[in-house]
């Protein structure tokens, strides 16, 4: 058997209560379902953190600190990985698109990366995507992405390369050339965006073709290409990823009742298709970490 690692996205920046109530906002409900997933075979957690009261994405590094603390004081093998992804939205207003509308949120990349120095966790995400996104535009500017990488691999966090679309595994590897991004990444091929890349076995073979060499890749969807995708991406030799942020449903029918719930789906399939998860002692010696 060839154990594969299993993340679980707790939150993300757009699912939302409306969309499932079992979604954890404040930083204990965070912990505790990172802590819970891990029971049900994830090794990774992928992190987000939201305003307590307004439930909007946060960048506060106390935020992502009380996380940290709750899970460490239980847990010190579970792998961390924690965004870097909010504060690259434009949303052009209607009456002037070089003016900022109110859902722009651009911040350069010293502020995307405070908490990342600050506590030092094992992975940072990474995006390099730029692209339609909603009905605004995300905008990772080769130079922000430059910076960001820097003070990543300078706080020694390993980063976690997002990839959207093709051109983005070509910014990568010029990235690469340039000695800004390390050799052998750890990728995530996201699909399900609806201008980015589309869920299907096709996309999946397609873009692990175009991946750099010795490259570590997790292929996932949204929505209802969350669990097809996962088992896609372990047919094609790539690892898992699964959890409120990418879905809100356990099937068809059927709100999920918690991240731990979607975990223990998940590793379901992975041991029936014979690439059960990796624990977090075993994931660390894979990642190098």
């Known amino acids: 058997m060839s154990k594969r ?29 990172c802590l819970a ?3 049900e075979g994830a090794s990774i957690v992928h992190i987000h953190v939201r305003d307590p009261v307004t439930q909007q994405p946060s960048m506060e590094t106390a935020l ?64 390099l995507n730029t ?21 990543i691999l300078e706080a020694g966090v390993r980063p976690e390369i997002e990839l959207f679309d093709s051109g983005d595994i070509a910014l990568l590897k010029a990235l690469q050339k340039e000695g ?35 490259a570590l890749w997790t292929a996932f969807g949204t ?14 030799g790539g690892h898992a990823r699964i959890g409120l942020e990418d879905a809100v449903k356990i099937d068809a029918g059927t709100l999920a009742p918690s991240n731990a719930a979607m975990v223990r789906k998940a590793r379901r399939m992975m041991e029936d298709l014979g690439y059960p998860p990796a624990t977090p002692t075993e994931a660390r010696a894979l990642l190098g970490l």
Do not use: W
């Not at 995530?188 to 965006?193: A, D, K």
């Not at 869920?199 to 873009?207: D, M, N």
């Open 5 to 33: 690692l299993l993340t679980c996205a707790v939150l993300g920046n757009f699912t939302t209560r409306a969309q499932n109530p079992a979604l954890p906002i404040t930083p204990a409900e965070i912990a505790a379902d």
């Open 64 to 127: 992502y600190a009380e996380v940290v603390a709750r899970i460490r004081e239980v847990r010190d093998d579970l792998i961390l990985n924690l965004t870097t992804g909010n504060g690259g939205r434009y949303h052009p207003s209607d009456d002037d698109p070089a003016r900022p509308g109110p859902r722009t949120n651009l911040l350069p990349a010293e502020a995307r990366v405070r908490h990342i120095q600050a506590i030092r966790p094992d992975i940072a995400t990474l995006d």
């Open 223 to 236: 929505g209802r290409a969350a669990f097809p995708m996962l088992a896609q991406s372990l047919l094609a």
């Open 180 to 214: 800004a991004l390390p050799e052998a990444p750890l990728c995530s091929v996201v699909m399900g965006v609806p201008f980015g890349f589309q869920p299907g076995p096709e996309t999946v073979l397609y873009a692990r073709g175009l991946l750099p060499p010795g």
């Open 131 to 151: 692209m339609v996104f909603g009905g605004e535009v995300v905008i990772n500017a080769p130079e922000s992405v430059r910076r960001m990488g820097k003070m």
């Open 37 to 39: 997933a891990a029971e």
